[in-house]
């Protein structure tokens, strides 16, 4: 028999390149296939080729590799560590009476999503600025209120990211570079004033939290000279557990625990401390701010460095999705639509109830941890939906678009290799692989809260329009 004969009577080994679905006709075949993911640089638009080739030229090339090594030097050697509470009007800059700070991007109110105006109203109504809500949705139309990004004071903020001047913040200091990175508390339930909720349940919860909670816990903090190491915690967390985005079991504890031998010293009532405690143990998404304020601290140390294609920042306002780059200092933001969330849905809910991705919290991936550390947390599919396979294949992609491995803060399932750290614009171009988030879903109605939570990705437009302008800007 003739060998091109006998290729129609053995078993096909396949490898399939590029387009899944002829991978799944292949297995309708019987055959074997391997799968090859893979599309085209810059998705063959020749502006892009042009702008990697510049960059991949090999004089600008190792200026690139220098700038990239002092990134991820800066991110890997951040030390932050919670140094204190406070209510934002006294420490975060820029703050006034009439500044709100929201999530991602800049953003109009006229351009804002439901859930992100429901939480704008919500806190004109929580400052006392408007009497209710419809007085609230006056008064943010009528120009007197500025709104501005949290990145751009040093902030982060969860979902509709929403800050204002009376909340109490986290203070996370940068012990290896000064720097100080702020968020405010945890609300802990589903309806809740960052989800976009409102009502007067909402806002009574605010009032608590910035009448027992925050003043209890920056009392705390006062009796604490050292502060509290955050790097290390969140390793631990890792180690327990947690992804430290959207699974905070083992953090929370952590937190709580370090934060008990304090609390109970100060000099609020028993009953007092019995509704902190009490509210921690609510939810497990106590320490999730902290996490962000210890991502954003060590990134923004990496901001501002010459000729570095290492992402600082990705946010998303529920518009616009935004990616600020390290080459390109100050406040420059490279946008793309911000898209689907795809995951469970809480009963009663459809995917067209919800919002689109929203929220600050992907400073986390952008850290290293989250998505990007899934298969330290098995568990977490049962939130966010897909296997445990796909946890642990998420964590191994992501080196694919990463500079290197932070030896600080370890995957013990992947016999301990260092969380995927400095996402690469470069090699998320020349891939076409995203970088992988994990996030809660908010109902696109304002009031109504979180409705599920999943997975989704950045649009590769916000990192076309970072290219073209590393490449202009490169020196």
Same mark, same amino acid.
């Given at each position: 028999?003739?060998?091109?004969?006998?290729?129609?009577?053995?078993?096909?080994?396949?490898?399939?390149?590029?387009?899944?679905?002829?991978?799944?006709?292949?297995?309708?075949?019987?055959?074997?296939?391997?799968?090859?993911?893979?599309?085209?640089?810059?998705? +063959?638009?020749?502006?892009?080729?042009?702008?990697?080739?510049?960059?991949?030229?090999?004089?600008?090339?190792?200026?690139?590799?220098?700038?990239?090594?002092?990134?991820?030097?800066?991110?890997?050697?951040?030390?932050?560590?919670?140094?204190?509470?406070?209510?934002?009007?006294?420490?975060?800059?820029?703050?006034?009476?009439?500044?709100?700070?929201?999530?991602?991007?800049?953003?109009?109110?006229?351009?804002?999503?439901?859930?992100?105006?429901?939480?704008?109203?919500?806190?004109?109504?929580?400052?006392?600025?408007?009497?209710?809500?419809?007085?609230?949705?006056?008064?943010?139309?009528? +120009?007197?209120?500025?709104?501005?990004?949290?990145?751009?004071?040093?902030?982060?903020?969860?979902?509709?990211?929403?800050?204002?001047?009376?909340?109490?913040?986290?203070?996370?200091?940068?012990?290896?570079? %000064?720097?100080?990175?702020?968020?405010?508390?945890?609300?802990?339930?589903?309806?809740?004033?960052?989800? %976009?909720?409102?009502?007067?349940?909402?806002?009574?919860?605010?009032?608590?939290?910035?009448?027992? $909670?925050?003043?209890?816990?920056?009392?705390?903090?006062?009796?604490?000279?050292?502060?509290?190491?955050?790097?290390?915690?969140?390793?631990?967390?890792?180690?327990? +557990?947690?992804?430290?985005?959207?699974?905070?079991?083992?953090?929370?504890? $952590?937190?709580?625990?370090?934060?008990?031998?304090?609390?109970?010293?100060?000099?609020?009532?028993?009953?007092?401390?019995?509704?902190?405690?009490?509210?921690?143990?609510?939810?497990?998404?106590?320490?999730?701010?902290?996490?962000?304020?210890?991502?954003?601290?060590?990134?923004?140390?990496?901001?501002?460095?010459?000729?570095?294609?290492?992402?600082?920042?990705?946010?998303?306002?529920?518009?616009?999705?935004?990616?600020?780059?390290?080459?390109?200092?100050?406040?420059?933001?490279?946008?793309?639509?911000?898209?689907?969330?795809?995951?469970?849905?809480?009963?009663?809910?459809?995917?067209?109830?919800?919002?689109?991705?929203?929220?600050?919290?992907?400073?986390?991936?952008?850290? %290293?941890?989250?998505?990007?550390?899934?298969?330290?947390?098995?568990?977490?599919?049962?939130?966010?939906?897909?296997?445990?396979?796909?946890?642990?294949?998420?964590?191994?992609?992501?080196?694919?678009?990463?500079?290197?491995?932070?030896?600080?803060?370890?995957?013990?399932?992947?016999?301990?290799?260092?969380?995927?750290? +400095?996402?690469?614009?470069?090699?998320?171009?020349?891939?076409?692989?995203?970088?992988?988030?994990?996030?809660?879903?908010?109902?696109?109605?304002?009031?109504?809260?979180?409705?599920?939570?999943?997975?989704?990705?950045?649009?590769?437009?916000?990192?076309?329009?970072?290219?073209?302008?590393?490449?202009?800007?490169?020196?």
């Amino acid at each position: 028999m003739s060998k091109i004969n006998e290729l129609f009577i053995e078993k096909l080994n396949v490898i399939n390149v590029g387009i899944e679905s002829f991978k799944d006709d292949m297995l309708k075949q019987n055959a074997v296939v391997t799968h090859l993911e893979w599309t085209p640089p810059g998705r +063959g638009n020749p502006e892009i080729i042009a702008a990697l080739d510049k960059l991949e030229n090999p004089n600008v090339a190792e200026k690139i590799e220098a700038a990239n090594k002092l990134a991820v030097e800066r991110i890997v050697n951040s030390q932050p560590v919670l140094i204190g509470f406070d209510q934002a009007i006294n420490v975060v800059p820029g703050m006034t009476k009439k500044t709100i700070l929201h999530a991602g991007p800049p953003i109009t109110w006229d351009k804002m999503n439901g859930p992100m105006k429901g939480a704008v109203t919500g806190a004109l109504v929580f400052e006392g600025l408007a009497k209710d809500i419809e007085e609230a949705t006056e008064l943010a139309a009528s +120009g007197e209120i500025t709104f501005s990004p949290c990145h751009e004071h040093n902030c982060v903020g969860s979902m509709a990211g929403v800050t204002s001047a009376s909340m109490f913040m986290h203070i996370v200091e940068n012990k290896t570079y %000064g720097n100080i990175a702020y968020t405010n508390l945890s609300e802990q339930l589903s309806k809740i004033l960052r989800m %976009g909720a409102n009502d007067e349940s909402v806002i009574t919860r605010l009032n608590w939290m910035r009448d027992v $909670l925050g003043p209890m816990l920056r009392d705390a903090m006062k009796l604490n000279p050292n502060g509290i190491d955050l790097r290390l915690m969140l390793a631990q967390a890792l180690h327990m +557990g947690d992804e430290c985005h959207n699974r905070n079991v083992a953090g929370t504890t $952590l937190l709580i625990q370090a934060l008990t031998p304090y609390l109970i010293q100060t000099d609020y009532t028993t009953e007092q401390k019995k509704e902190v405690f009490d509210f921690v143990a609510s939810s497990d998404y106590f320490s999730g701010p902290t996490w962000m304020a210890l991502s954003k601290c060590a990134l923004d140390a990496a901001h501002g460095i010459e000729n570095s294609t290492i992402v600082t920042t990705m946010a998303r306002n529920g518009v616009e999705f935004g990616i600020r780059v390290s080459g390109v200092s100050g406040n420059t933001w490279f946008t793309g639509p911000a898209q689907k969330v795809i995951g469970p849905m809480f009963a009663g809910y459809k995917p067209e109830d919800s919002g689109l991705d929203i929220g600050d919290s992907a400073i986390t991936e952008t850290y %290293g941890i989250g998505g990007f550390a899934m298969a330290t947390a098995p568990a977490i599919v049962a939130l966010v939906g897909g296997t445990v396979d796909d946890a642990i294949n998420f964590s191994t992609k992501m080196k694919e678009i990463t500079t290197t491995e932070n030896p600080n803060v370890t995957i013990p399932l992947l016999d301990f290799m260092g969380i995927p750290t +400095g996402i690469d614009v470069q090699k998320v171009i020349q891939t076409g692989i995203m970088p992988i988030i994990n996030t809660a879903i908010a109902h696109k109605d304002a009031g109504i809260g979180m409705i599920g939570a999943g997975i989704t990705n950045p649009p590769v437009e916000a990192f076309e329009k970072a290219i073209l302008a590393l490449s202009e800007n490169i020196q």
